[in-house]
């Protein structure tokens, strides 16, 4: 009897809407993680308070991608939205 595992990478993909400060605080630790993103761009043309997208995807470990996601995000939030 063969005990063999066959691992099978998960595969992410995630759509961020930043403000400009957190473009690059978001995106590093997404790198880190092997996680690869689009440049972030404008979707709009008139938006009040100037909003970035950024489409990241990967295919890996799910343990890494779900840290590199939770740092991104942990980049994205309450405290960040007072400045």
Same mark, same amino acid.
């Given at each position: 009897?063969?005990?063999?595992?066959?691992?099978? @990478?998960?595969?992410?993909?995630?759509?961020?809407?930043?403000?400009?400060? &957190?473009?690059? @605080?978001? =995106?590093? @630790?997404? =790198?880190?993680?092997?996680? &690869?993103?689009? @440049?972030?761009? %404008?979707?709009?043309?008139? &938006?009040?308070?100037?909003?970035?997208?950024?489409?990241?995807?990967?295919?890996?470990? &799910?343990?890494?991608?779900?840290?590199?996601?939770?740092? %991104?995000?942990?980049?994205?939030?309450?405290?960040?939205?007072? %400045?």
């Amino acid at each position: 009897m063969r005990d063999d595992k066959v691992v099978i @990478p998960a595969a992410m993909g995630v759509d961020f809407v930043l403000r400009a400060a &957190e473009v690059n @605080p978001v =995106l590093h @630790p997404l =790198l880190v993680h092997g996680i &690869e993103g689009t @440049p972030a761009h %404008s979707h709009m043309l008139d &938006e009040d308070s100037r909003l970035f997208f950024m489409h990241v995807w990967a295919v890996d470990d &799910e343990v890494r991608l779900a840290q590199g996601l939770r740092a %991104s995000l942990d980049l994205v939030g309450p405290a960040s939205r007072s %400045s």
